[in-house]
């Protein structure tokens, strides 16, 4: 696993800080700025494992993993694939211990770390994504779908995180509320196929926070 070069995307983090209008760059630079810091210190560690898909009545059975994926969601996006990847993904405790230390001298910076902190989680699951990519050269991916999306839900993270003994390898526990600890931690499935995957499930329609989502306000999308 080479986290080496992954970087957050800074557009990304502006729209989790629901900035729309940035004329003078002036948020942009304090992103950039607090970004580079950010990677400076804290690198994404990732964890993944195949598994073979059934399909029963309770849902997508991924075999030998203990995890079941219900829901319609699920289904469709795996319903060409033989194999499905779970992954895990975070910044650990550094971002943790670096976010509250800048909280006690500046809140607003700590706001932009935090937006940062989002992006680069992201960042690091692309990249994971594309290490998939490589070594399975003759295979295609599916869009990656996490608990939370459509229809899928949160509670499958604990199932997720146990067939990854994701708590040993990068310290990830799933709190009661079903929250995950370190904040910035991201699980997800990406399904593997012999042929080209149509299905995506990129927009606010499939998205847990589209009710509340502060960038669908301003008529924007995460896309945008």
């Not at 929250?179 to 499939?206: D, F, Y």
Request: include cysteine.
């Amino acid at each position: 696993m080479d986290e080496h070069g992954i970087r957050p995307d800074i557009g990304q983090a502006l729209r989790y800080l629901g900035v729309r209008e940035d004329p003078e760059g002036t948020m942009a630079r304090a992103v950039e700025a607090e970004a580079a810091r950010l990677v400076r210190a804290v690198r994404p560690r990732y964890v993944y494992r195949l598994f073979p898909i059934e399909r029963g009545r309770s849902g997508v059975i991924l075999r030998g993993s203990g995890v079941t994926l219900p829901g319609r969601l699920a289904s469709r996006m795996l319903a060409q694939c033989d194999q499905a990847a779970l992954l895990a993904c975070t910044l650990g405790a550094g971002f943790e211990t670096m976010l509250r230390a800048v909280q006690v001298r500046d809140m607003a910076r700590a706001v932009i770390l935090d937006a940062c902190g989002s992006a680069l989680v992201e960042a690091g699951c692309d990249g994971l994504e594309r290490a998939l990519a490589s070594r399975y050269p003759g295979r295609y991916l599916t869009d990656r779908f996490s608990p939370g999306y459509g229809d899928l839900p949160l509670g499958v993270q604990d199932a997720i995180c146990t067939a990854l003994d994701a708590s040993r390898r990068l310290g990830i526990q799933v709190t009661p509320s079903l929250l995950m600890n370190p904040s910035k931690s991201v699980t997800a499935v990406i399904g593997l196929a012999w042929e080209p995957q149509p299905a995506r499930v990129r927009g606010c329609e499939h998205c847990s926070l589209a009710g509340t989502c502060t960038i669908r306000e301003g008529g924007k999308s995460c896309a945008d």
